[in-house]
Each structure stands twice: as C-alpha cells, then as structure tokens.
C-alpha cells in the first residue's frame, strides 16, 4: 500500500486527502481505515478523495465538476461532511485545481457552493436544512429528548444544560431507535448560552466524539434559530474553535477556517 496524501483540518475535524483525479484508486473500506488510524495509519476524522466526477459511478451531474468522496474513519461512506467540503475547497485551491473566490463541488448530497471570504476563511453554501419531529436518544442510560435534522446527512440535537454538556463522556456512542435512524445518526449535545451563542459537542456517526462536525453545527444553529426566533448570525463554539452559520431563506451557510497541514508519501 502506498499513497501521496495531504492532511489538514478545518476547527480540528481532520482528515486525510487522496487525490486522484481520475478515479485510479481502490480506496476499500479497510484501506481508509488504516490510513485513517492514529496509531499505524496517518490518521484523521475521515478521509476525503479528489476526484472528477465522472468517474463516480452513480453521479449523473456535470462530469468536469470536482466531486468530494467523503468516507468516515471506520470506512463507511457519509453523504455529507461540512468541515471536510471546506477543508476540500482548500486543497483545490492550494493545489490550483480551481479559479475563482467562489466555485461548485459535487458530493452525495448535491452540488455544493464555495467561496472565499475575508479574514482567509471558507464559507460553505451546504441547502436547505430540514428540521424534522421530536426523537429520543440516550447516553450513559440516561433519555434525552432531541430533534432530528437533515443536512443532506442525518443528526439529532439535544439541548441540554451547561455543566451536562461538559461532563459527558462521549467516548460512549449514544442509543438511538434504528426505526429513528435506520442508517445511524450524528448527535449533537448543545448549550444555549444566549440567543446566537451556543456551544457544542458532537459524537459523529462512523468517527466518534471529533473536535468539530460542521453539519452539526448546521443543525445545531437552525434548531437554535427556530427556538429563539433569532434572524442573526449564530455563532456555534466547539472544542476545535468557533464557526459562523448564517441562513440565506432555508439555505445554510457554514463560515470559518481550513488549513492543509502536512503532505507526504505513506507505505505499509
């Protein structure tokens, strides 16, 4: 096995990136496991490969479009991943796969927008987020109530008090009805600190607790919104740092840094 990559993280959701623009590579579900491993591997959040989209056997969208194939750290493929889409956008720009300060990417759940803002950040453009009923989660026995969210992949936001959020051991995966999420479930825990101010932890579905998860931070600012009724930015603070999510009618867009880190060859 042996792979030129590149590494970078996005508020310390970190992933590993395999270009190949050409679809060359048989990236198995075992393969991203070890490169993702922090021991034996490179290790990362989960994996991003670069790749046209016409080689990607069940897109039929414009073919020359970059297409973000985002796998988990355990191998299994997501739809969606916001920090992974921004920090993506990165390499294409740091490698000059790309022109301009705003551009598409193709990825399971859609064509996405990017562009550059100030201050050196990457905004994401990542639709509409649809807020669905009432769901019961469970941690360490104990029963939450959370709302279930669709970011184009699937979450439930628990709103809880302060010091719960601090003391959760999330090295425990929480319990949810597979009838919920027959597919599995990102679960955000979250504070409301003061109306667009909330901070956050996450347990992502195929990774575990990560440092950053930006399309719960998505979820986690609409449920915000529809709570407080506030139409402002909404600020979301997580262990990796601080992102802005701003609503544009249904549309949500995820602001806030991306950096490739390390390049390198690894063998096994």
Sequence with gaps: MHYTFSKGHAT?????????????????????RQ?????GGIGGDGLLRVV????????????DLW?????????????????GLRLFAQFL??????????????????????????????????GPVHLGGEVEISHDGSPLRARAVDVGNPHAVAVVEHDTLHGLDL???????????PDGVNVEFVHEAAPGDVHMRVHERGSGETMSCGTGVVATAAVHRQRTGTTEPIRVTVPGGDLLV??????????????ITIRGEYAA
């Design 12 to 32: 310390l959701n970190d992933f590993v990136i395999i270009e190949d623009q050409h679809g060359m590579q048989d990236l198995d579900a075992a393969v991203v």
């Design 35 to 39: 490169l993702c491993d922090r021991r």
């Design 52 to 63: 046209r989209a016409q080689h990607m056997s069940d897109w039929d969208g414009e073919p």
């Design 67 to 83: 297409f973000m194939d985002y796998r988990n750290a355990d191998g299994s493929v997501a739809e969606m991943c916001g920090n």
């Design 93 to 126: 720009i740091d490698e000059q796969l790309i022109a301009g300060p705003e551009f598409p990417v193709a990825t399971r759940a859609g064509v996405k927008q990017v562009r550059l803002v100030s201050g050196g950040l990457i905004s994401a453009n990542l």
């Design 171 to 181: 090295q425990r995966a929480p319990s949810f009805s597979t009838d919920d999420f």
């Design 246 to 259: 701003e609503f544009d009618g249904d549309d949500a867009w995820l602001t806030g840094p991306a950096v």
